[in-house]
Every structure is written in structure tokens, then in C-alpha cells.
């Protein structure tokens, strides 16, 4: 399962709605910041990276796309 | 190196602020495990803060000692006191402290409710002491409620607002009493809204709803009560009856009966609300 579609999943599992890999998950008011400190945990279990520095921005947050893409770049950067 | 006494919420909590602005913390307590899970909460606590843009995301982090030795606090530049809200308990915590650091040393004591110059006099040095009453979570609330004892001194003063300055933190000063000026009233609210509910006059959340909606606070005080711990509100209640005399402090049933159930709020699950397993 790509990133992407495993974080779809998460998010309808943890939020019990659907969502759009570009759509904003802190406009709705569904998603809270403190739910953004769970998703940093997600992100670490599941995908084996680690998110600190100035990857702990809630931009890097917002959306499935912009965390697939902070992932990967996570995961390009871990030797 | 700062000291931290007390891995509870608020110990674990100051930690993390203290850290999180670039200074080396000892954190003590007589509970392994509790230092154990503080150790966690920190790290945790301190992505949270960066997360919500509250707290610097680049720049050194402080590094976080943990101990079950009082005596490692002895180089302490200073000491902030967070033990568990029982006047007995600050009292011997603050007498063993106050003997082992440098004399000059300041002694924060982070009270709810306790006045200030009562646990300075368990001190060797009064004037050393002052009060700092730092808001749940610290890390992300920036305003301290600071408490100026009759004997305090002026240098303890500077050295405690110097303190909250390089938190990034502002500060009110007032005067020493039973609960200063927020738990003098926040307390007897909770108190009084908690009496509310017991009596069936209304929900926690129809309480909390005519706060937010009609006074505008950003959460009502059951909600808030939640937020601080039950246990905490009623050993604050405890020391404010017994210290003013004001039978409307004793604790009400309700949240005597919440507590004896071990419902302490956000940090058990659960106490006038659910929080679904949220800490």
C-alpha cells in the first residue's frame, strides 16, 4: 500500500469520514492540532522516519499529500 | 541546570517548557516509573509545542536528567517545586532543597494554593522563595501568575522573573494569600459549578456552554477542572477552606465521589467528561 492510501485509511479510521489526498485536514475543524501530534506517531511507527526540527511545522500537516511528500523526503534522507 | 521537583502534569510539563527554551533540567522524583513516563511525555510534549508553533523548532534543546535523589539538585540554579498539592508534603520537600543549594539559590514554589511565605517558613532561607503558578500545560500557556511573599526577597524576585523571561514566558506579580487571585476564584467556581451538576441543575456541558457562550472564556470551568485534575482541585479546595475558613471551598460530593473513583479527568480518561483515552 502506497503512503498516501495508508494515511487515507488512518484518517477515516481515526475520524470516521472520507477524505481528499489535497484537502485541507485543520479548515474543516475536524482534524485539531493535538490530533497533528498523533499523526507525527503514525507517521514514525508506520513508515519508520523521524520527525523532528523543522519538519514539526502543522504545514507539513495539512494535507496527504504534504505528508506523504514529508515522509518520503524523510525517507530519502535516513542512510 | 534547573531543578524540577515533582514528575507529575505540572513537574513533567515545566520540564518540558524548560527544555524546549535551551536549559539543562534535573527532574526529580521518588516514583522511577513516573520519571520513566516524565522522560517520554517530554519528548512528546515538546513536538507538540513545536507542532503549534509555541515553541522554537530550531535551536538546542536542554538536556533532561531524571533522578530519584534530591541531593543531585545541589547545583541548581534554581528550583521549581511541583510536588503533589498536600501542604505537609511541599513543606518537607522545600525544608530538604533549601538545605542543600547554594544559599542565593531561588526556590519557586509552583502552589495552587498554599500561601507562600506558609512553606518558605519551612525554609532555611525565606527570602530566597517566591511563588510561581504556571497554567496546565505550561509549554503552551505563556502567562505565570507570580506570587511575592512577605519575606521574599528582591533578588529572588529579579532571579524569578529573569527565570520567566528566558522561558519566553509573561508574568503577573501579585500578592501572597490563600489561592492568590486565580484559584481564590477559579476554585470556588469549580467548586460551585460542580455543585450545580451534583443538585441536577444542569450537564457539565450546559454548564460549560453558558461560560463559553455568554462570557466568552475559552473553556468553562468543568472543562477546565478536567484540564488540572480533579485530585488537584480538590486538595487546592482543601487548603483554601481550611485557610480562609469559608465552608463554600469545602470540596462538594460530586467531585469528592469523582476522585475516590480514581475519575481525575483528562489525565485518567475520564472525570466530568470522556476524553477518550487522551492524556
Not at chain 2, 509573561?170 to 500578592?175: K, L, P
Request: hydrophobic content about 45%; glycine content about 10%; proline content about 4%.
Amino acid at each position: 500500500m502506497n503512503i498516501s492510501t495508508g494515511l487515507l485509511e488512518f484518517l477515516a479510521s481515526r475520524t470516521k469520514r472520507t477524505w481528499e489526498p489535497d484537502e485541507d485536514l485543520f479548515a474543516s475543524g475536524v482534524v485539531s492540532s493535538l490530533f497533528a501530534l498523533e499523526l507525527v506517531v503514525h507517521l514514525e511507527k508506520a513508515y519508520g522516519v523521524e520527525v523532528e526540527g523543522e519538519y514539526l511545522s502543522l504545514e507539513n500537516f495539512r494535507t496527504v499529500n504534504a505528508m506523504e511528500k514529508m515522509v518520503l523526503e524523510l525517507q530519502a534522507a535516513t542512510p | 541546570m534547573i531543578a524540577v521537583l515533582g514528575a507529575g502534569v505540572m513537574g513533567t510539563g515545566i520540564a518540558t517548557l524548560a527544555v524546549g527554551h535551551g536549559l539543562a533540567v534535573t527532574l526529580v522524583d521518588i516514583d522511577a516509573d513516573k520519571l520513566a513516563a516524565a522522560k517520554d511525555a517530554v519528548r512528546h510534549q515538546l513536538r507538540g509545542a513545536k507542532l503549534m508553533g509555541r515553541m522554537p523548532r530550531s535551536g538546542p534543546t536542554g538536556e533532561l536528567t531524571c533522578t530519584t535523589s534530591l541531593a543531585d539538585v545541589a547545583g541548581a540554579t534554581s528550583v521549581i517545586e511541583a510536588v503533589t498539592e498536600l501542604p505537609e508534603l511541599k513543606a518537607k520537600v522545600l525544608a530538604e532543597v533549601s538545605a542543600l543549594v547554594e544559599p542565593g539559590t531561588l526556590i519557586l514554589t509552583n502552589t495552587s494554593a498554599i500561601p507562600v511565605d506558609e512553606l518558605a517558613s519551612s525554609t532555611v532561607r525565606p527570602e530566597d522563595v517566591a511563588g510561581a503558578h504556571f497554567m496546565n500545560p505550561p509549554y503552551l500557556i505563556r502567562m505565570v501568575e507570580v506570587i511575592r511573599g512577605p519575606r521574599t526577597g528582591d533578588a529572588a524576585m529579579d532571579a524569578a522573573r529573569s527565570l520567566l523571561d528566558s522561558l519566553d514566558h509573561d508574568h503577573v506579580t501579585v500578592g501572597d494569600g490563600p489561592g492568590f487571585v486565580i484559584n481564590r476564584i477559579l476554585q470556588r467556581t469549580i467548586n460551585e459549578a460542580a455543585r450545580i451538576v451534583e443538585e441536577g441543575l444542569a450537564s457539565p456541558a450546559e454548564v460549560d456552554a453558558l461560560f463559553e457562550g455568554c462570557l466568552g472564556h475559552r473553556t468553562g470551568p468543568l472543562a477546565t477542572a478536567d484540564l488540572i485534575g480533579l485530585d488537584n482541585v480538590a486538595d487546592s479546595l482543601r487548603v483554601l477552606r481550611d485557610r480562609t475558613g469559608d465552608a463554600g471551598y469545602a470540596p462538594c460530593e460530586l467531585l469528592l465521589a469523582k476522585v475516590r473513583d480514581g475519575d481525575f479527568g483528562r489525565k485518567t480518561g475520564r472525570g466530568f467528561y470522556e476524553h477518550g483515552g487522551q492524556s
